[in-house]
């Protein structure tokens, strides 16, 4: 295929959690992509190693989901889902709610991650006011959390920086359990580590100062992934649904990582044994071909809403929730990811994913290494006086070895199309192991 010339100006676009001005200078540029392989403007091959951003698990351009959007953009290009309805939609939701875990199969679109987040948290206090308990207006977040953009993600997110500029304006009335993240016990743990159920505790003492009845709900995701892979400890996400289930609080599952296979099932929550009340997705949803997310909740909570006059039941919306050219992609992903096993291939791969990421313990500078299905993370001593800089040279020079990485902080994360073979992961380590030798 032949390249299109390198577009030179670069300076309109303001482009998301990126340093412009580095970027600008030395820039990083895509053009085509298939498989599990992207296709730099220079020509060169870049095995993904992470997904895009944790959305491409069918892999790049994939045919069938390409023809479903082509098809769909042609036969209606877009229908309002405000007191009208497409065909689609419905398809979509119900095709998506077979593979839900029981009982969670009431279906809210959105088109992003952050649209999903702040569609659970309206969900969860609206509930509490249908059932007439309006008191429960308290939200709480865990520290390290990533929950999206939007002013209710970053107000029970806690990853400091994402904060720091808003800080005059988050949501009241939110409090934060403490993060999991614990080196020091959990080093080099291959899947849960077995120590640090106890902080999940922390919420009994979060409860009993607001006290129960002012709560409306706890989000976690099941395993935080943007701030670098922290895995939960074993029995930690139980004790959470216990805490919440003992004072009437919603528990939320923000899956917009960990859904559509990441973890080997369908859901990180059955991968991990525990049910929440709603949970977020995106990503993975569509493949990432088109944006759409959705919350998934359970039929109580739906119903609870039902029970009014007759009239709307929720004020909440988008004119895109349920976009026919989502709702296509949506599905053509699915089927996908169904033929081929993929919500599932995650298991029989992780053993080797595993093997392979932990041979790069003893490289140096490396502190941390650890993971679960088909995710992982490698974790640098932060450079004095610069931290963060050792995962950002990581990042730039794995992609100029042909391996794209995602990275936060000091931390490398690793998450690849779910398609991956095992020949392709060793790849990936072995090229990030040459790039870990030289990097100061
Ligand atoms: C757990 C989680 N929630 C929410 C989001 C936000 O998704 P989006 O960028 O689509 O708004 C992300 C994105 O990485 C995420 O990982």
Known sequence: MTSRPVIDDLSSFWMPFTANRQFKAAPRLIEGAKGMYYRATDGREILDACAGLWCVNAGHCRDEI?????QQAATLDFAPTFQMGHPLAFEAASKVAAIMPDGLDRIFFTNSGSESVDTALKIALAYHRARGEGQRTRLIGRERGYHGVGFGGISVGGIAPNRKAFSGALLPSVD??????????NAFTKGQPTWGAHL????????????????????VEPLAGSTGVLVPPQGYLQKLREICTKHG???????????????????????LGVLPDLFTTAKGMTNGAVPMGAVFVRDSIYEAFMQGPDGIELFHGYTYSGHPLACAAGIGTLDTYQEEGLLERATSLEKHWEDAIHSLKGAPNVIDIRNIGLMG????????????????NALVKCFEAGVLTRYTADTLAFS??????KT??????EMVGKVLKTLD
């Open 66 to 70: 390409v023809a479903a959007i082509q």
């Open 176 to 185: 934060h359990l403490p993060h999991t993240h614990a080196p020091e016990h």
């Open 200 to 219: 999940a505790d922390e919420l009994e003492r979060i409860v009993a100062l607001h006290d129960p009845s002012t709560i409306a709900a706890v989000i």
């Open 249 to 271: 609080i919603l528990l939320i599952f923000d899956e917009v990582i960990t859904g559509f296979g990441r973890l080997g099932k369908p859901f990180g929550s059955q991968k």
């Open 377 to 392: 993370a490698i974790e640098f001593a932060p450079k004095p006086g610069a931290p963060g800089s050792r995962g950002y």
């Open 416 to 421: 690849p199309p779910l398609i991956v073979q």
């Open 424 to 429: 392709q992961i060793d790849q990936i380590f």
